[in-house]
């Protein structure tokens, strides 16, 4: 089984065009915001469109919610799809999806602006944005059992072939989300700040917590997630790369869990070791 990905910032356009790189890629099995996709049945999963928070969206979409991966990834196996085409917003929420579902590694990564003109992903974030529109490669019939949104319209996908010679792939579905409705979420920093300092704050080991940066990765004026970094004061006595690894993860899944929000990097620095003597008073922010 081979697994290729459709990268875009969110809104771009790419499950409008997800049939299409899905045929000219060979792909007979489609990962799109939650839901295994095959000859256009939804197979196995929920679709984040379901969801009814900005938040339990992303969370749906990475697969991070109690059973979803497991769901999938027994799907997967039955079908035994030829080649998955994973959809995602960054490669590292396509290498995610792949891990969390134990797929292969992903060995072609497609980005929409390969595929898509500028006007082309201008209009699509028009929908997305001020419309509340989003696009599901499947049937509208397919949606009515999961979908608690708003089903707009179908769409027929064509594909050409060539210049006198068009070829059906299949339908896709309008859909205004749930979520749409509610308008904007902002999680300010202070969460992060929160979620970092209580959890590093249950760490026996670390003796002082100088300080906790939390930074925005942008890229096209897009938040593409966050990377995180702590300076501490450990204590003598414990393998610390075992303990800063464990905790790196911990940091990782808590903030990605709570807040929906991807974190590319965890990094720790050690600035001292505290060896026995009186206890230091444990500094938080």
């Known amino acids: 089984m081979d697994v290729i990905a459709l990268v875009g910032p969110s809104g771009t356009g790419k499950s409008h065009r997800a049939l299409q790189v899905a045929r000219e890629h060979d792909a007979d099995a489609i990962i799109d915001d939650g839901i295994l996709i095959k000859d256009g049945h939804i197979i196995a999963g929920e679709s984040a469109k379901t969801e009814k928070s900005r938040i339990m969206a992303v969370r749906r979409a990475i697969f991070v919610l109690p059973g979803h991966a497991e769901e999938v990834r027994a799907a997967i196996k039955k079908i035994q799809p030829h080649r998955i085409l994973v959809i995602g917003t960054s490669e590292n929420m396509v290498h995610k999806i792949a891990k969390t579902l134990c797929l292969p590694s992903i060995q072609l990564i497609v980005r929409i602006e390969d595929i898509a003109s500028n006007s082309d992903i201008a209009k699509a974030q028009f929908h997305r944005l001020r419309e509340g529109k989003h696009i599901i490669p499947v049937p509208t019939i397919e949606l009515k059992p999961h979908f608690s949104g708003y089903l707009i319209n179908p769409l027929q996908s064509i594909f050409k072939k060539s210049n006198i010679r068009r070829r059906k792939l299949g339908e896709k579905s309008i859909v205004r989300p749930v979520f749409s409705y509610y308008g904007k979420l902002i999680i300010d920093d202070k969460v992060i700040y929160r979620i970092v300092e209580r959890l590093l704050k249950a760490r026996e080991f670390i003796k002082i917590l100088k300080s906790i940066t939390v930074q925005h990765l942008f890229k096209n004026d897009e938040d593409r997630g966050l990377k995180i970094s ?21 940091i990782r899944e808590a903030v990605e869990f709570t807040t929906g929000i ?5 990094d720790i620095s050690i600035r001292a070791l505290y060896v026995g003597g009186v206890e230091p008073k444990r500094k938080l922010l």
């Open 262 to 266: 991807i974190v590319h990097a965890v």
């Open 230 to 250: 702590c300076e501490v004061v450990l204590g003598y006595g414990s393998h610390i790369p075992t303990l800063v690894r464990q905790t790196q993860s911990n």
